[in-house]
């Protein structure tokens, strides 16, 4: 392979144009097909391939749970709420909602049977159906004409019938809230009628006593004549009575932030109003989630002008997640063009302060850009040939990643051919003092050389890299494997270009009138003197080595993970500000949250599971709201369908009357009132409800915690029942707390994969499986090290594990192995130059070159990620910290540590090349001496056998 690339590069120097052209074309090519990339910046774009997954995705499917909480936010003073204004004002905005014609084509009816949650329509459900006082005129009205009935005889009897029905008009049907009777809604004197709700009244006595006077009258002669008027008032006085038991109060407040639970009509707000629509893509005629998203963002913008307009409050607001989504997304991308911007700024100012030179330093950044499009070209190709390859917001540091260890390539390939220039000059001196001054021969040679013995360090650093990034893909994670993946074909694509279209360029380009002394710097100066002498005392080194790192560790124990959803997040957002207030005063996840019960639901069995898991939600105080279910439905729903109350009514311990009512849920017309919430085979149904899950480990804790409690309501009943938790929130705190395993597991894996290839890599170069192994291992314990020495700092410190930082181990592991293979390489080239000289001398010679190189790089990929801290997002910001600090971390330990690890070997390879000197030509590689003295057997002895250190 390495003989491919080193063909590729003496082809690109040879003939330069036609490389350039045959590169242009390839990219012209590839770059379309990043049409075809699944961008999805939603959570589902990080879930894992799990059962809990699968069980929301059936959700899903089943009853269209894919919805869209459409809320009006009014802001009020405390008090506000016993003033008629204020009541008037949300009776007209829930109007506004029910008015609207694309939210009625598309809504969804998550609160029983309908799409719409206000505090004035469930207030104006209790003033007709539960308020004594607003009940007491036709009650008294009522009372007159049974009475009447009562005392009749046969001549007027059926005066008293008719006088009876006509009242009987006068009894409240439960109804549906429209607009028009919102609009027209008087709300009177909220102190009264709010103390009255408080009291927890309601007409149930009332009720039962004129029931029983109504079924006092069918007696005697005249009792078939009474039935049929008594009969159907009988039956709108049951339906009335079963309407007793809601919970118009606990619907009201949970309207209202969650800590006003307690006093709820001083709340100083804001109060929502909510309505649901679907978003299921196929039900809009759209193709992907974000077109629908942009509708509905649309129609929000329409509903608050509209709310401004009728209310003349100008601090109405509107908020959906469709406008969430699109508008985090919108500003994200804003902000990762201006840092992306940025990050081409600072890395080419930091390159020009390398290569003195705008052509060198923008053929470096321009290739790194053509690459990172190329690499995305590859990306949608992938996902066009079947790949699975979703880009997330996990990714969104890709290009910055790409840019800011692309350019180290380039930096390397240039920084070795300005070497090789300056050697050409030093061994055959010809009086060229700047770069110019070289005949095109000249550079061609100095091009080849450099970019092909570059390509040897490169081609091992960018194969290990690829090989350990491609090992995501064994991850749970989808984005982590998507990640690695592209990182993967990103780092190759900008090692082909380095190596050939850099040197087509440096060859078509005249460089610039440089001088040779400050084309690079090569000398040796007291740092790296210092470095190579270290080598002198390599217990010292692993014995400070060794001190650092205890505290390092005791760090890395401390390690934890801190991922909240709102750090993901840009605050300076309106659309954002106003879902971390719904989120903190109102303690709602995103989406609802759904328990699944599977088994015999409509049987007596079933409905007292469902009981159980309804006390279970109901008591839980991190629960917000009341919990909605199948037979919180029907209850609500056999008001307006007699066929079903007078199913629910035959309800007893016969299965027969359970199978007749389940029955014809499963009808047609019975599934337009269960489909959402029962599946069309009737043994599964879902109770959805609310609950704070923008702390992840809260969360999680919550959700192992009400699982433990379903699954012990399923033991405890005799069918066979199965209760599962589910819900998007759910599902981003279990992948929250993947994540440090995911850490683990990456870290792990990359790193099992960059020493089996160091080892294989040296193993084939050394021919030698037992000596490869030795100089794989010795060169893969400093970046181990290194990554110790980056989570024990953060665990020192307090930075904690994120979806971004989840792969800085990896990522460090990565740029580790290119500092350290740049450094062996090179050390190992010193050796074969001069096997005479020892290692101080080695090592001092490459740092002086190669090392500079990598501090080079070091520093632009450090300027590259550092450029992340201007985010907004304090993900990125972390990550931008952290990387900065790894980089230094593999510098360090790179130049440091590892010659004196790996001086044993070099020593080797010295004396093995001394003694192929010594027998394939003797007389050189004697030192000079006059003719007729003789060699002593103690100068062969030096010459075969080069000084070794003490420490050795």
Same mark, same amino acid.
């Given at each position: +392979?390495?003989?491919?690339?080193?063909?590729?590069?003496?082809?690109?120097?040879?003939?330069?144009?036609?490389?350039?052209?045959?590169?242009a074309?390839?990219?012209?090519?590839?770059?379309?097909?990043? +049409?075809?990339i699944?961008?999805?910046?939603?959570?589902? %774009?990080? $879930?894992?391939?799990?059962?809990?997954?699968?069980?929301?995705?059936?959700?899903?499917?089943?009853?269209q749970?894919?919805?869209?909480?459409?809320?009006?936010?009014?802001?009020?003073?405390?008090?506000?709420?016993?003033?008629?204004?204020?009541?008037?004002?949300?009776?007209?905005?829930?109007?506004?909602?029910?008015?609207?014609?694309?939210?009625?084509?598309?809504?969804? *009816?998550?609160?029983?049977?309908?799409?719409?949650?206000?505090?004035?329509?469930?207030?104006?459900?209790?003033?007709?159906?539960q308020?004594?006082?607003?009940?007491?005129?036709?009650?008294?009205?009522?009372?007159?004409?049974?009475?009447?009935?009562?005392?009749?005889?046969?001549?007027?009897?059926?005066?008293?019938l008719?006088?009876?029905?006509?009242?009987?008009?006068?009894? *409240?049907?439960p109804?549906?809230?429209?607009?028009?009777?919102?609009?027209?809604?008087?709300?009177?004197?909220?102190?009264?009628?709010?103390?009255?709700?408080?009291?927890?009244?309601?007409?149930?006595?009332?009720?039962?006593?004129?029931?029983?006077?109504?079924?006092?009258?069918?007696? @005697?002669?005249?009792?078939?004549?009474?039935?049929?008027i008594?009969?159907?008032?009988?039956?709108?006085?049951?339906?009335?009575?079963?309407?007793?038991? /809601?919970?118009?109060?606990?619907?009201?407040?949970?309207?209202?932030?969650?800590?006003?639970?307690?006093?709820?009509?001083?709340?100083?707000?804001?109060?929502?109003?909510?309505?649901?629509v679907?978003?299921?893509?196929?039900?809009?005629?759209?193709?992907?989630?974000?077109?629908?998203?942009?509708?509905?963002?649309?129609?929000?913008? !329409?509903?608050?002008?509209?709310?401004?307009?009728?209310?003349?409050?100008?601090?109405?607001?509107?908020?959906?997640?469709?406008?969430?989504?699109?508008?985090?997304?919108?500003?994200?991308?804003?902000?990762?063009?201006?840092?992306?911007?940025?990050?081409?700024?600072?890395?080419?100012?930091?390159?020009?302060?390398k290569?003195?030179?705008?052509?060198?330093?923008?053929?470096?950044?321009?290739?790194?850009?053509?690459?990172?499009?190329?690499?995305? @070209?590859?990306?949608?190709l992938?996902?066009?040939?079947?790949?699975k +390859?979703?880009?997330?917001?996990?990714m969104?540091?890709?290009?910055?990643l790409?840019l #800011?260890?692309?350019?180290?390539?380039?930096?390397?390939?240039?920084?070795?051919?300005?070497e090789?220039?300056? !050697?050409?000059?030093?061994?055959?001196?010809?009086g060229?003092?700047?770069?110019?001054?070289?005949?095109?021969?000249?550079?061609?040679?100095?091009?080849?050389?450099?970019?092909?013995?570059?390509?040897?360090?490169? +081609?091992?650093?960018?194969?290990?890299?690829?090989?350990?990034?491609?090992?995501?893909?064994?991850?749970?994670?989808?984005?982590?494997?998507? $990640?690695?993946?592209?990182?993967?074909?990103?780092?190759?694509?900008?090692?082909?270009?380095?190596?050939?279209?850099?040197?087509?360029?440096?060859?078509?380009?005249?460089?610039?009138?440089?001088?040779?002394?400050?084309?690079?710097?090569?000398?040796?100066?007291?740092?790296?003197?210092?470095?190579?002498?270290?080598?002198?005392a390599?217990?010292?080194?692993?014995?400070?080595?060794?001190?650092?790192?205890v505290p390092?560790?005791?760090?890395?124990?401390?390690?934890?993970?801190? $991922?909240?959803?709102?750090?993901?997040?840009d605050?300076?957002?309106?659309?954002?500000?106003?879902?971390?207030?719904?989120?903190?005063?109102?303690?709602?996840s995103?989406?609802?949250?759904?328990?699944v019960?599977?088994?015999?639901?409509?049987?007596?069995?079933?409905?007292?599971?469902?009981?159980?898991?309804?006390?279970?939600?109901?008591?839980?105080?991190?629960?917000?709201?009341?919990?909605?279910?199948?037979?919180?439905?029907?209850?609500?729903?056999?008001?307006?369908?007699?066929?079903?109350?007078?199913l629910?009514?035959?309800?007893?311990?016969?299965?027969?009357?359970?199978?007749?009512?389940?029955?014809?849920?499963?009808?047609?017309?019975?599934?337009? /009132?269960?489909?959402?919430?029962?599946?069309?085979?009737?043994?599964?149904?879902?109770?959805?409800?609310?609950?704070?899950?923008l702390?992840?480990? %809260?969360?999680?804790?919550?959700?192992?915690?009400?699982?433990?409690?379903?699954?012990?309501?399923?033991?405890?009943?005799?069918?066979?029942?199965?209760?599962?938790?589910?819900?998007?929130?759910?599902?981003?705190?279990?992948?929250?707390?993947?994540?440090? !395993?995911?850490?683990v597991?990456s870290?792990?894996?990359?790193?099992?994969?960059?020493?089996i290839?160091?080892?294989?890599?040296?193993?084939?170069?050394?021919?030698?499986i037992?000596?490869?192994?030795?100089?794989?291992?010795?060169?893969?314990?400093?970046?181990?090290?290194?990554?110790?020495w980056?989570?024990?700092?953060?665990?020192?410190?307090?930075?904690?594990?994120?979806?971004?930082?989840?792969?800085?181990?990896?990522?460090?592991?990565g740029?580790?192995?290119?500092y350290?293979?740049?450094?062996?390489?090179?050390?190992?080239?010193?050796?074969?130059?001069?096997?005479?000289?020892? *290692?101080?001398?080695?090592?001092?010679?490459?740092?002086?070159?190669?090392?500079?190189?990598?501090?080079?790089?070091?520093?632009?990929? #450090?300027?590259?990620f550092?450029?992340?801290? $201007?985010?907004?997002?304090?993900?990125?910001?972390?990550?931008?910290?952290?990387?900065?600090? #790894?980089?230094?971390?593999?510098?360090?330990?790179?130049?440091?540590?590892?010659?004196?690890?790996?001086?044993?070997?070099?020593?080797?390879?010295?004396?093995?090349?001394?003694?192929?000197?010594?027998?394939?030509?003797?007389?050189?590689?004697?030192?000079?001496?006059?003719?007729?003295?003789?060699?002593?057997?103690?100068?062969?002895?030096? /010459?075969?056998?080069?000084?070794?250190d003490?420490?050795?």
């Amino acid at each position: +392979m390495k003989n491919i690339f080193d063909e590729m590069t003496r082809f690109s120097s040879e003939k330069p144009k036609t490389t350039l052209g045959i590169i242009a074309l390839f990219i012209l090519a590839l770059t379309p097909n990043a +049409m075809f990339i699944d961008f999805d910046n939603s959570e589902d %774009a990080f $879930f894992p391939d799990n059962e809990t997954v699968r069980l929301l995705n059936d959700v899903e499917d089943e009853y269209q749970a894919s919805i869209d909480f459409i809320r009006f936010i009014d802001d009020i003073e405390s008090g506000d709420l016993y003033e008629e204004s204020t009541w008037q004002q949300l009776a007209i905005l829930e109007a506004i909602l029910l008015e609207h014609p694309d939210l009625n084509e598309y809504q969804y *009816p998550l609160f029983g049977v309908q799409a719409n949650s206000g505090m004035a329509s469930a207030a104006m459900q209790w003033h007709n159906l539960q308020d004594e006082e607003t009940a007491s005129d036709w009650i008294t009205q009522m009372d007159s004409a049974i009475s009447g009935v009562a005392n009749s005889n046969n001549s007027t009897l059926q005066a008293n019938l008719d006088i009876l029905s006509t009242t009987s008009n006068s009894i *409240p049907s439960p109804s549906i809230i429209t607009a028009e009777e919102l609009r027209a809604w008087e709300p009177g004197n909220p102190n009264e009628w709010l103390d009255r709700l408080d009291s927890g009244n309601n007409l149930t006595l009332e009720l039962a006593t004129m029931m029983g006077d109504l079924n006092a009258l069918n007696q @005697g002669e005249n009792a078939g004549q009474i039935a049929v008027i008594s009969g159907p008032i009988s039956g709108k006085l049951g339906l009335l009575m079963g309407l007793q038991s /809601i919970d118009y109060r606990s619907m009201m407040v949970s309207n209202l932030p969650a800590d006003d639970s307690s006093d709820p009509w001083e709340s100083d707000g804001p109060v929502l109003t909510t309505f649901v629509v679907v978003t299921e893509p196929a039900e809009h005629g759209e193709e992907v989630i974000g077109d629908v998203q942009e509708k509905i963002s649309l129609w929000a913008e !329409d509903l608050q002008e509209q709310g401004v307009n009728q209310t003349d409050d100008s601090e109405i607001s509107v908020f959906s997640f469709s406008q969430f989504s699109t508008g985090q997304s919108a500003n994200l991308g804003k902000e990762l063009g201006i840092l992306n911007s940025i990050c081409l700024l600072l890395l080419g100012f930091i390159l020009w302060t390398k290569f003195r030179s705008k052509r060198d330093t923008a053929n470096v950044l321009i290739l790194t850009v053509f690459a990172i499009l190329a690499t995305y @070209g590859m990306a949608g190709l992938l996902t066009l040939l079947g790949v699975k +390859m979703v880009f997330n917001a996990a990714m969104n540091s890709i290009p910055i990643l790409l840019l #800011a260890i692309g350019v180290d390539y380039g930096l390397h390939v240039v920084a070795r051919i300005r070497e090789e220039l300056q !050697d050409q000059e030093k061994k055959d001196n010809k009086g060229r003092e700047t770069l110019r001054d070289f005949s095109l021969e000249a550079r061609r040679v100095a091009i080849r050389k450099g970019t092909i013995l570059t390509s040897a360090a490169l +081609m091992v650093a960018i194969f290990t890299d690829m090989v350990g990034f491609l090992s995501f893909r064994f991850s749970s994670q989808q984005f982590l494997v998507s $990640f690695g993946t592209v990182i993967a074909i990103g780092l190759f694509f900008i090692y082909l270009l380095s190596i050939t279209a850099l040197p087509a360029l440096m060859m078509i380009i005249p460089p610039k009138k440089l001088p040779l002394e400050k084309s690079g710097k090569n000398d040796i100066g007291p740092i790296s003197k210092k470095i190579g002498s270290f080598t002198k005392a390599p217990v010292l080194v692993i014995l400070v080595t060794v001190i650092i790192s205890v505290p390092m560790f005791l760090g890395f124990q401390q390690l934890e993970v801190g $991922f909240d959803t709102r750090d993901n997040f840009d605050d300076s957002v309106p659309v954002v500000q106003d879902f971390l207030l719904i989120a903190d005063e109102f303690q709602s996840s995103p989406s609802p949250l759904y328990v699944v019960l599977d088994g015999e639901v409509i049987s007596s069995e079933g409905k007292m599971v469902y009981d159980d898991i309804i006390i279970q939600l109901s008591e839980n105080e991190k629960i917000t709201g009341l919990p909605i279910g199948i037979w919180g439905i029907l209850e609500e729903s056999r008001t307006s369908n007699t066929e079903l109350d007078s199913l629910m009514n035959n309800l007893d311990d016969d299965e027969a009357s359970w199978n007749e009512l389940k029955a014809w849920l499963l009808s047609d017309d019975g599934r337009n /009132i269960s489909a959402g919430n029962l599946n069309s085979q009737g043994m599964q149904t879902v109770i959805s409800f609310q609950a704070s899950t923008l702390d992840w480990q %809260a969360t999680a804790d919550f959700e192992s915690e009400l699982s433990a409690t379903l699954a012990e309501l399923a033991e405890d009943r005799d069918g066979d029942y199965s209760i599962k938790l589910s819900g998007r929130s759910l599902i981003l705190a279990q992948v929250t707390a993947d994540v440090a !395993d995911s850490a683990v597991l990456s870290t792990g894996t990359v790193a099992g994969v960059i020493l089996i290839m160091l080892i294989g890599i040296n193993s084939v170069r050394q021919k030698d499986i037992i000596g490869g192994a030795a100089r794989g291992f010795v060169t893969w314990v400093p970046l181990m090290v290194v990554v110790v020495w980056v989570y024990g700092i953060m665990g020192l410190t307090g930075y904690q594990l994120n979806s971004q930082t989840v792969t800085i181990g990896a990522l460090t592991l990565g740029l580790g192995v290119d500092y350290a293979v740049h450094l062996t390489t090179r050390l190992e080239e010193e050796v074969e130059h001069a096997p005479f000289a020892n *290692p101080e001398e080695w090592t001092t010679k490459s740092v002086a070159t190669t090392g500079r190189a990598m501090f080079g790089a070091a520093l632009t990929t #450090a300027g590259g990620f550092s450029v992340l801290n $201007f985010s907004s997002l304090v993900p990125l910001q972390l990550f931008g910290q952290v990387f900065v600090v #790894a980089i230094v971390l593999a510098l360090v330990s790179s130049l440091f540590l590892l010659p004196a690890l790996y001086t044993p070997f070099l020593k080797q390879d010295a004396r093995k090349l001394a003694v192929e000197s010594k027998l394939s030509a003797p007389e050189k590689a004697l030192p000079e001496q006059d003719s007729g003295e003789e060699t002593d057997e103690s100068t062969v002895s030096v /010459i075969v056998n080069p000084p070794v250190d003490e420490s050795e």
